[in-house]
């Protein structure tokens, strides 16, 4: 697992949470701007690029192409879920953009550190390490975290403005409730201990409510899609998550299932596997 988008990339960007309340679905393709166009020293730093709806990938020009086209598509499908080349949730793809939502991949978290400097404040980015992307799926100690960290910026960026009652990282929010429920009470910061019959354990004690709230989103939606489930993955991750497969969630987490299964949100149904049908990516910037 790389490091958290509210921790380590204190020295590329803060990430921010904005708030506005708009419809969730479109049946128009999303706007396609450069959202970085200009920021030389982002050009600079991470000089390959390509973008999904809009919403840009940059990386260091010692990166593995492959892996950066594999975090392309699984974004693409996190987005467009069924592939017909529309945002299933337009709102949000739009809320990326205009945040300039980017994310930024390098080949180990060395190299993160080593470009990190002078880059501009007050962004909205998310890193992904080439050494954690598994191109060929999950494996028994080999996680693709593509499917985590892309997933986090579109919720921490995306969902969370969109949807600041439903989704926001803050107290009272729908998604922080059911958090709240999850961990056996609400813990601003981490407990000592969580209580008996908490299924939802984390305990970096880097992260804040608002990126534990990140990060039960991701436990969750990846568990009902099947992400969590394969052979020794339960025995990685119970210290942190208990319910890894879909009937656990159904059946344990009534109120995250609701929320996460309502159609009006557009949110995946199917788990990315990296081949998106609708278009093939190219990188620019060699």
């Given at each position: 697992m790389s490091a958290q988008p509210w921790a380590v990339l204190t020295a590329l960007a803060v990430l921010t949470l904005g708030g506005c309340n708009s419809s969730s679905n479109s049946s128009t393709p999303a706007p396609t701007p450069?959202?970085?166009k200009g920021n030389a020293a982002l050009e600079k730093a991470f000089p390959l690029h390509t973008s999904v709806f809009g919403v840009s990938i940059r990386a260091t020009s010692n990166i593995d192409k492959a892996k950066m086209l594999h975090a392309a598509n699984v974004m693409a499908q996190y987005l467009d879920n069924d592939e017909n080349g529309l945002a299933d949730n337009q709102a949000v793809v739009e809320a990326l953009v205009n945040k300039r939502a980017t994310l930024i991949m390098v080949p180990d978290e060395a190299d993160l550190e080593t470009v990190g400097e002078g880059l501009p404040q007050g962004g909205a980015f998310q890193d992904l390490y080439g050494s954690e992307v598994h191109p060929q799926g999950s494996t028994p100690g080999q996680?693709?975290?593509?499917?985590?960290e892309v997933l986090h910026l579109i919720t921490h960026e995306g969902y969370a403005s969109v949807y600041p009652k439903i989704f926001g990282e803050v107290a009272e929010s729908q998604i922080a409730d059911a958090m709240d429920q999850a961990r056996g009470g609400r813990f601003e910061s981490i407990p000592a201990s969580y209580?008996?019959?908490?299924?939802?354990?984390?305990?970096?004690?880097?992260?804040?409510y608002s990126c534990m709230v990140t990060e039960y989103t991701y436990w969750a939606l990846t568990s009902l899609l099947g992400g969590q489930s394969h052979p020794g993955r339960l025995q990685e991750i119970e210290h942190e998550w208990k319910l890894n497969t879909p009937d656990k969630v159904k059946l344990g987490d009534s109120a995250v299932y609701t929320l996460l299964t309502n159609g009006e949100y557009g949110l995946a149904t199917v788990l990315p596997d990296g081949h998106y049908d609708y278009q093939t990516f190219t990188i620019s910037g060699d």
């Open positions: 450069t959202p970085d996680f693709d975290a593509t499917l985590e209580p008996d019959g908490a299924w939802y354990t984390y305990d970096d004690e880097s992260c804040d």
